[in-house]
């Protein structure tokens, strides 16, 4: 899946989640009084989650899941968090905010559905059925994983009481103990380990059935990620990685990951499958990998779809060695 952007300059911008065409104005989005007089200009476009689900207008059929405040108006939002996105300088310096409201998981599609032209969708979904250009799952990806995080973090780490959201969005801050908290990334590994013609692939226990994906864990404190991959494939699979090469980077905003991808090269092969996280890990040579990376395996088994890294660490290994 390429970018949707003019230029593309490193392997991650072509992913999903990935391009993103919004300044996010680090230093100006401090200036409250700026970023109200953005947020009523009629200009204002809006991404709206109700819960984690992204409200989607059916009537509209380019880019509707971008809206006008009248959406926000029809929907009668009471507590919403709405934070700061940027603008988008190839359209007009147009702002765009991320709004996230409380709904009721168990009435909001019937209550959409009075509203006549709304819908409200998972943001994979979004994403596997092309529902959105890849600029603005860009900006999707920003605003699910800041909503995310502002809607689990109410309470001061420190002291336990209220925080208030600062800094349009982009820190919290405590006014009981003076503590500012920020918007957390978790980085994980995500790598397809190689010898010689043949990869690896395993199946953690969540994954659809008859698929195989790279490994991948997430980075603990004190490690780079270099030994991160080393020591995930080593606990998933009992396989010695040595020399690791990193490939390229994706938002994965279910909720706040940073998978960052490598290649790495085996040393030694036989198995020893961690059970209690793996249902089942193989080495497959590279003509059945590229059969199941294009669905056409006798197996049945296949790989990831396009809109993971995983896809792309497998497709880069075919088409390069
Ligand atoms: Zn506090």
Redesign the pocket.
């Known amino acids: 899946m390429l970018a949707d952007t003019a230029e593309v300059y490193d392997a991650s911008a072509a992913l999903c989640y990935s391009a993103n065409s919004l300044n996010r104005c680090g230093e100006k989005r401090k200036d409250t009084e700026w970023v109200n007089s953005l947020e009523a200009s009629p200009d204002a476009r809006f991404l709206i989650q109700a819960n984690d689900a992204f409200i989607f207008n059916k009537e509209v059929t380019h880019e509707p899941l971008i809206h006008p405040v009248e959406t926000l108006k029809s929907l009668n939002v009471t507590d919403a968090t709405t934070i700061f996105l940027g603008i988008d300088e190839t359209d007009g310096n147009r702002p765009y905010f991320g709004v996230r409201y409380t709904a009721d998981a168990e009435t909001l599609d019937e209550e959409l559905e009075k509203l006549g032209t709304f819908a409200a969708y998972g943001l994979r979904g979004i994403a596997i059925k092309r529902a959105a250009s890849q600029r603005v799952l860009g900006m999707m990806a920003q605003a699910a994983s800041l909503g995310r995080w502002h809607s689990t973090h109410k309470m ?1 780490s ?2 336990g ?1 209220p925080t208030k959201l600062a800094e349009s969005g982009y820190r919290r801050d ?1 006014p ?2 003076s ?1 500012q908290h920020f918007p957390r990334t978790d980085p994980a590994v995500i790598m397809l380990i190689t010898h010689g013609d043949k990869c690896l692939m395993g199946r953690p226990y969540h994954l659809m059935e008859n698929v195989y994906t790279t490994l991948a864990g997430f980075v603990e404190p004190g490690e780079t990620f270099e030994d991160a991959v080393r020591r995930e494939v080593f606990e998933e699979a009992g396989v010695k990685v040595g020399k690791v090469e990193y490939v390229a980077s994706q938002p994965w905003p279910f909720p706040s990951n940073i998978m960052i991808g490598f290649h790495g090269e085996a040393l030694t092969t036989d198995l020893n499958i961690d059970y209690e996280e793996m249902e089942d890990c193989q080495w497959f040579s590279k003509e059945e990998t590229l059969k199941m990376l294009q669905g056409e395996a006798e197996s049945g088994l296949i790989c990831p779809p396009d809109i993971s890294i995983a896809h792309h660490l497998i497709k880069k290994y075919i088409e390069e060695k």
Do not use: D, E, L, V
């Open positions: 001061c420190q002291c009481q405590c009981s103990c503590a």
